[in-house]
């Protein structure tokens, strides 16, 4: 095999690799701080948001978050059904299933500490969302050695609660009036 043959197909797994391709994607971090989600619009529009030091800990070490370039709703179990178009110089991705959302690999938009950008969904499943993904960069590296990964936060309590409501919401607004 031929040097650009090679390179060719070192490029293309890498670029597949680093886009978020299910929910298995994302890794679970804990005591996730000062990256908020607000949802509007009967759930379809989300304001992803930073606050001044966003942190997260990952294998029992804390790291922060230098800026945000992927954000997705995430599913376990139903479908998501989602659609959006392209906005604030991120490109909508999905995989049908799961993960819904919109992605800056380039990293020009990125969201940085005390900065939000707004996502509107064309259509979605909103009862199906049980969390958020986000694509992050660190100052430092993990463990691996790289400085960026999609993470996802068990939801506190309060959380599950507003994702309860909503869903409820939802559920309640499409049912059939006689």
Known sequence: MNTRAIAITLSLCAATVSMAQSRSSFQVVTSLNDIFVQSSNAGMTDTVSMGPNP?????????????????WSLADGLDLAANGPDQNGWGYHENSTDIAGWKNPSKSNAI???????????????????????????????????????????????????????????????????
């Open 55 to 71: 942190t997260f800990d990952y294998l029992s070490t804390t790291y922060t978050v230098t800026d945000l370039f992927g954000f």
């Open 112 to 178: 940085h500490p005390n900065e939000s950008l707004t996502f509107t969904y064309s259509a979605l499943n909103v009862a199906a969302v049980d969390g958020y993904g986000f694509h992050i960069r660190v100052s430092g590296q993990f463990p691996d050695g790289s400085n960026t990964m999609h993470i996802t936060a068990v939801p506190e309590p309060s959380a599950i609660a507003g994702i309860a409501i909503a869903s409820l919401a939802t559920i309640a607004g499409f049912r059939r009036r006689v």
